[in-house]
Nanobody
């Protein structure tokens, strides 16, 4: 089970840190991704981190503003979001995959999502 938290309302330019806690003890076997669904749009890739934490990848729209990290001892993956923009408003989801990938269909297990609202 994946439990995302940390969403909320923030002004443009502000920061939020999302967390996603996994209940399984095999957390470190999976690459972890963050995705989002903006209003009226399809779910889209945001960031991914390798199971070891040794490599990351980001969507162009968030590069330089968002940072994904993980703590395998705590079975948790994080998304630090800085310089937030109104267009970052979305429901954010964490997901796990056996593939280090940006494609949603490569992820086989999803959390319930946490809402981030950025006001202008």
């Amino acid at each position: 089970q994946l439990q995302a938290s940390g969403g909320g309302l923030v002004q443009a330019g502000g920061s939020l840190r999302l967390s996603c806690a996994a209940s399984e003890r095999t957390f470190s076997n999976y690459h972890m991704g963050w995705f989002r669904r903006r209003p009226g749009k399809e779910r889209e890739f945001v960031a991914v981190i390798m199971r070891s934490g040794g490599s990351t990848d980001y969507a162009d729209s968030v590069k330089g503003r968002f940072t994904i990290s993980r703590d395998n001892a705590k079975n948790t993956v994080y998304l630090q979001m800085n310089s937030l923009k109104p267009e970052d408003t979305a429901v954010y989801y964490c997901a796990e995959s056996r593939f280090f990938d940006v494609v949603t269909t490569r992820y086989n297990y999803w959390g319930q999502g946490t809402l981030v609202t950025v006001s202008s």
